[in-house]
C-alpha cells in the first residue's frame, strides 16, 4: 500500500479555484480523487491511469475539475475552478495497484486522510 497525503484544501467563494495534491503516488497505481460530505456517501470525482491517459470525471465535476499526475514527483492533482458551495466536502485521494480506472471506493486500498474543502459566501 501506499502512504498517501493530501493537501491544498481550505475556505473558498463559490465561483474561486483551489488545487489538492496528493503527495506519495506511484507510476503503477491509477490515481483517484473522491470527497464525502456530510451524510453522504464518498464519490469517486475523478481517476487517472497514468500520464497523458484519459481521466473519468464525475458529470458535476467535468468542465471545472482537472486531474492530473507528475510520476516524478509522486504527486497527483486536482485543479477546482469554479467552485460550488455543493462541492463543499472532505477530499481523499486513492489508489490501486493496476492500470485500470474505477470509481468504486471498494477497489481502492491506499487512502490518505482528507483534506477538507468549504465553498461558501
Known amino acids: 500500500q501506499l502512504q498517501l497525503v493530501e493537501s491544498g484544501g481550505g475556505l473558498v467563494q463559490p465561483g474561486g479555484s483551489l488545487r489538492l495534491s496528493c503527495k506519495g503516488t506511484?507510476?503503477?497505481?491509477?490515481i483517484a480523487w473522491f470527497r464525502q460530505a456530510p451524510g453522504k456517501e464518498r464519490e469517486a470525482i475523478s481517476c487517472?491511469?497514468?500520464?497523458?491517459?484519459?481521466?473519468f470525471y464525475l458529470d458535476s465535476a467535468r468542465g471545472r475539475f482537472t486531474i492530473s499526475r507528475d510520476d516524478a514527483k509522486e504527486t497527483a492533482y486536482l485543479q477546482m475552478n469554479d467552485l460550488k458551495p455543493e462541492d463543499t466536502a472532505v477530499y481523499y485521494c486513492a489508489a490501486r495497484p493496476t492500470h485500470y480506472c474505477s470509481d468504486s471506493r471498494r477497489e481502492f486500498g491506499s487512502w490518505g486522510r482528507g483534506t477538507q474543502v468549504t465553498v461558501v459566501s
Open positions: 487517472i491511469n497514468r500520464v497523458g491517459g484519459t481521466p
Open positions: 506511484d507510476s503503477d497505481y491509477v
